[in-house]
């Protein structure tokens, strides 16, 4: 647990929350301020910081959970019409709090939620390839 954490608070329950589901290593809870009603974070129970950070059997324990939560809100009454499951890892891309976290966005038509307003530039293939290359090469 971190001091001043919010989510590390919510896991040893220190401040509020509403959890949907709890294992040994994860806890899901619902977003205090949802981009629509079922919006939930999906989290480690330890501390790490960034997605990054997570072991391959963290990663996986992780992504069970929002499995079954992207499923079940499809069959819980609540209106859903698509999701969204989004991660931001580092202040630069829109990261707030520095617990790792999975949002698992229910959709709504005109809900507001945009992840980007212009469409991008298409690179030409050599480019597309020494970007390919470079990932590969760090695998
Ligand atoms: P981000 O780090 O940008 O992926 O987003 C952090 C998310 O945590 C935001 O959607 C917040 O609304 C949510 N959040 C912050 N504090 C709490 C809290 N006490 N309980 C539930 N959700 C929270």
């Given amino acids: 647990m971190k001091d001043h954490c919010v989510f ?10 509403s ?4 294992n040994d290593a994860v806890l899901a ?3 205090i301020a949802p981009i629509n009603p079922g919006h939930t974070l999906v ?14 059997e963290l990663g996986v324990a992780l992504w069970r959970v929002v499995l079954r939560i992207e499923r079940a809100l499809r069959s819980s009454g609540i209106k859903v019409e698509g999701t ?3 991660v931001a890892n580092g202040a630069t891309a829109g990261q707030e709090v520095f617990h790792s976290h999975i949002h698992v966005i229910p959709r709504l038509p005109d809900d ?6 212009e469409p991008g530039s298409q690179p030409s293939r050599e480019e597309l390839d020494w970007v390919a290359q470079k990932i590969r ?3």
């Fill in 8 to 17: 590390c608070q919510i896991v040893v329950g220190t401040i509020p929350a």
């Fill in 19 to 22: 959890p949907i589901i709890e």
């Fill in 29 to 31: 809870f619902l977003d």
């Fill in 43 to 56: 989290i480690p129970k330890v501390h790490i910081a960034e997605l990054s950070g997570l072991d391959d």
């Fill in 84 to 86: 969204n499951l989004f």
């Fill in 112 to 117: 507001g939620l945009h992840i980007r307003t």
């Fill in 137 to 139: 090469a760090a695998l």
